[in-house]
């Protein structure tokens, strides 16, 4: 069965860090292009980081840029988002995404974010 169990969400103050972390099973992560999306209530689900397959080329979105790293282990078949300086506007249901060779995308279910003092 493929799956991705996402992991590490929590709530943290601002300017906290926290790592997220997915696990893969059951497809070929390793060929699969792997990205972070977010998001909030009332809002549409958006791209914050994607890494390529050898995990050698990464891009943020604006917002995050300097503060979100993303990597991965395909030893491990894991991808990982380390958050620091977080904001409240960081606050959010964050979900990674694997993208297949073949056009096909897999869904994990989501973790939550929560920055507040």
């Known amino acids: 069965q493929e799956q991705l169990v996402e992991s590490g969400g929590g709530v943290v103050q601002p300017g906290g860090s926290l790592r997220l972390s997915c696990s893969a099973s059951?497809?070929?992560?390793?060929?699969?292009?792997m990205s972070w999306h977010r998001q909030a209530p009332g809002m549409g689900r958006q791209v914050v980081a994607w890494?390529?397959?050898?995990?050698?080329?990464?891009e943020y979105r604006n917002s995050v840029k300097g503060r979100f790293t993303i990597s991965r282990d395909n030893a491990k078949n894991a991808v990982y988002l380390q958050m620091r300086d977080l904001k409240s506007e960081d606050t959010a249901v964050y979900y990674c995404?694997?993208?297949?060779?073949?056009?096909?995308?897999?869904w994990g279910q989501g973790t939550q974010v929560t920055v507040s003092s």
């Open positions: 995404k694997a993208s297949q060779s073949a056009g096909r995308d897999i």
């Open positions: 059951g497809f070929s992560f390793g060929t699969s292009v």
């Open positions: 890494i390529t397959r050898d995990g050698t080329t990464t």
